[in-house]
């Protein structure tokens, strides 16, 4: 099976990667419960159109730690590069390697390597959707609250493909979702569709703190995702008062956490003052990238 979207694993196979994830987690570095037999003898190529830090890491950490190997392509050093197509680098990598994952511009991307690979493609990014990094987030606030159905999760910012991935989850999930952006950057209809047909009840506004009110999941992202550095002026000027702040956090459940994906700019999308402050799991969150990583290779290329 492919990992393209979120919605291509069903809310019971979430669940129970997330609990495989916080197994890992717990026996991480216990000699007791090595994972080396997991993935051993078994390779993942990982091609990468953009940059990344998070996302190459935990996969290459995960592979080592389930005693395989991972493969960092750059796609400007693969033939790729110089119009190998799509589907022969997924025919021949096929014959090499357990898993291919990559990181793309276009969601067509993926897919057509989904539609010619013979083993798992799992899309590690691309401009519609980011299914790891949202299994890392459910990871996050499963250890912070203990389950996730009834979770009200506002959205703060660019309706991106962050968002339309969490948007999707938490309609699996049973999770309430609003999302507060500038008008011209809401979420695709398209996903705001899906979601509804899933039984989502996602709520678009302008306003944050309308989104935010008596939610317990506050999470934004970058106002300027890879690729959108064009347009990096007109959208500074948009999401101005897009912020998550303490202001607008005075909004939220006492009780509420605050989530990013990472990379921060921290001053624009959201404040030190959050980020570093007592509600932020965000550093959870982010290496929660490796655990639930790790179940994701075990359910696929095990
Ligand atoms: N969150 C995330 O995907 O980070 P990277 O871009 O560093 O991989
Ligand atoms: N929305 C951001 C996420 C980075 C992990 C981007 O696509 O650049």
Redesign the pocket.
Known sequence: MNLLSITDLSPDEIGAILDRADELKARRGDPAGDSRSILAGKSLAAIFE?????????LEVAMTDLGGHALYLSSKDLQLGRGETIADTARVLSRFVSGIAA?VYDHATVEELGRHATVPVIN??SNAE?P??IL?DLMTMRERFGRLEGLKVAWVGDGNN?CNSTILAAAMMGMEMAVASPPGYWPDRKILDQAESLGGRTAVVADPVEAVRGADVVETDTWIS?GDEAEAAKRLAAFGRYQVNADLMRHAKSAAIVLH???AHRGQEITDEVMDGPKSAILDQ?EN?LHSVKAVLEKLMA
Do not use: D, E, F, I
């Not at 940059?51 to 190459?56: C, V």
């Open positions: 953009k940059p990344s830090t998070r996302t190459r890491v935990s990181r590690v990014l980011h790891c990094q890392a962050v890879m994906c990472l990379p982010s990238r």
